[in-house]
């Protein structure tokens, strides 16, 4: 069945009833979304098998992002986040993007690399070439080590092998590149790294010391690209300052660390819903964001096009797996893969990359226009005043008035609570 994830006026139902619009618009059962209930989540045993001295869970909200179109096909986005705002900011930048075709997206093969650092080289020029000559001996003694991968379609597919002057030595590292599949793939390639290590050190004619995954995933990028109307984003003026915040950050690392994590917010949150390795696809992303001049700059840009319409692009590696890791562990994690819908790690990992482009967006637009208070406070005020101690009822009272007074804050939210719980005893007399 055809999603449609255009779905106006969510945020005024109910939980049950969001569910259920949510149910209706893509292809999951409306029973296969009880497990987003905590009692029915994750439970401490399966914590237990998780992680070492496990003694609780933690919850963190999970909602659903609206409006997304990739390639021509509507998704629902799972976003797990503690931060008020990024799900609703998504789902406006979608919104826009979705009058003008909504996101293209594509990606490279599902290359990882593994590390194996050879020291105690005498001569690691010569070496470097004697590991090259030995290259498919060393694909075939990795691919040994993970028959059901190849069986996939993966395995070792290449080596490189680089000469690192260090400070305290130079070291020979050979790079064994893995196609990993639908995996996110560090166990299968760190499970290689360390099978075929003796060897290459024997090759090197020196001792392999470290052998782990490299999280700078440069040959497994996803990139999406979209156009937002100039009209839809407030006029030609909002589309050249948007244009000038998005050339700050490239040009300024105090504005590009923010920037991406606007982009992160987006992508960290996809990220976690699906049970993937938050920390790898951040790394990943950093890494991705220092220039080959060495310089932090902006993961993202901006441009206008030829109508004036700006241009946003955004590129970054992507580690995420559909097997493997928390992804088939965790049941809500299982339950947001399923709501998404998506076929394949490709597949996830553009979603999660047009979700990194609208969040981006969407926050550089409130930049350049009104900042970023307005939307952002208003909907941070539901935590400021349940920090106040507002019941549930006394709730949209205080956020109403908090909001009005363009004065979110918990000093405000004590004061804005007396004034209703005064005036409910005032009404009781
Ligand atoms: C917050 C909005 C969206 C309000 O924007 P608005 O224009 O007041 O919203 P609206 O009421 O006109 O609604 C527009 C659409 O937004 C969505 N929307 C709107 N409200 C909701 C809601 N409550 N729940 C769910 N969805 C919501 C929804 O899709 C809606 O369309 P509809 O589907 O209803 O036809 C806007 O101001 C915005 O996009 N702000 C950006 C907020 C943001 O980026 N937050 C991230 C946290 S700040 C940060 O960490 C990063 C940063 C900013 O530092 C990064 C950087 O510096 O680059
Ligand atoms: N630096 C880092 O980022 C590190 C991350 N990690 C962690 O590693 C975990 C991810 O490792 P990963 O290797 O993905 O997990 P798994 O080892 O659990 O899964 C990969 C394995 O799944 C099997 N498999 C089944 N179907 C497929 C398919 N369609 N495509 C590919 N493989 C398939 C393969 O063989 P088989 O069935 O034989 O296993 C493959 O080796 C995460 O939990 C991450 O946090 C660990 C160390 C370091």
């Known amino acids: 069945m055809a999603v449609n994830s255009r779905l106006s006026g969510l945020k005024d139902l109910s939980i049950s009833e969001r569910r259920a619009r949510v149910a209706d618009s893509t292809a999951v059962e409306p029973t296969s979304l009880e497990v987003l209930d905590p009692e029915h989540g994750l439970t401490i045993e399966q914590a237990d098998h998780m992680v070492e001295n496990a003694v609780g869970v933690i919850g963190i909200p999970l909602g ?144 392999s010391l470290l052998r782990i995954l490299s999280n700078k995933a440069d040959l497994r990028l996803c990139r999406a690209r979209a156009v937002f109307d100039a009209d839809a984003l407030g006029g030609a003026e909002v589309v050249d300052d948007i244009v000038h915040a998005a050339a700050l950050a490239e040009a300024d690392p105090y504005r590009a660390a923010t920037h991406n994590k606007g982009i992160m917010n987006g992508i960290t949150a996809v990220v976690l819903a699906t049970g993937n390795d938050t920390r790898a696809v951040e790394a990943g992303a950093h890494s991705h964001a220092v220039g080959p001049d060495g310089r932090y700059t902006s993961l993202s840009h901006f ?55 609208a969040q981006n967006l969407a926050a550089v637009r409130a930049l350049a226009t009104e900042g970023i208070q307005r939307g952002h406070m208003s909907l941070h005020a539901r935590n400021v005043a349940v920090t106040a101690g507002a ?15 363009r004065a979110v804050s918990g000093d405000h939210a004590a004061k804005i609570l007396a004034e209703v719980r005064a005036g409910r005893r005032e009404n009781a007399r």
């Open 391 to 405: 019941t549930s009822e006394e709730l949209p009272l205080v956020v109403a008035r908090l909001t009005a007074d």
């Open 64 to 207: 659903v992002a609206t409006n997304f179109t990739i390639n021509g096909r509507d998704y629902l986005v799972p976003m797990a986040t503690e931060e008020p705002s990024v799900i609703a900011a998504a789902s406006n930048a979608a919104r826009i993007a979705r009058g003008t075709g909504g996101f293209a997206t594509s990606t490279t093969e599902p290359l990882m690399r593994a590390q194996i650092q050879v020291v105690d080289v005498a001569d690691p020029r010569a070496a470097r070439l004697r590991l090259l000559e030995a290259r498919d001996e060393l694909i075939a003694l990795a691919n040994e080590q993970d028959p059901q991968l190849v069986r996939f379609g993966g395995g070792a597919r290449d080596v490189a092998v680089h000469v690192v002057d260090a400070p305290a030595g130079t070291y020979v590292v050979l790079h064994l590149i893995v196609d990993v599949r639908d995996a996110m793939g560090a166990n299968a390639v760190n499970t290689m790294a360390e099978a075929v290590a003796a060897r290459i050190g024997e090759v090197a004619q020196g001792r």
């Open 303 to 357: 441009e206008k096009d030829a109508d004036g319409n700006l241009v946003g692009a955004l590129e970054l590696p992507m580690a995420v797996g559909l097997v493997g890791g928390a992804t088939k562990v965790h049941p809500v994690a299982r339950a947001a893969v399923a709501l998404l819908g998506v076929a394949t790690a490709r597949e996830l990992g553009e979603v999660i990359t047009a979700v990194g482009l």
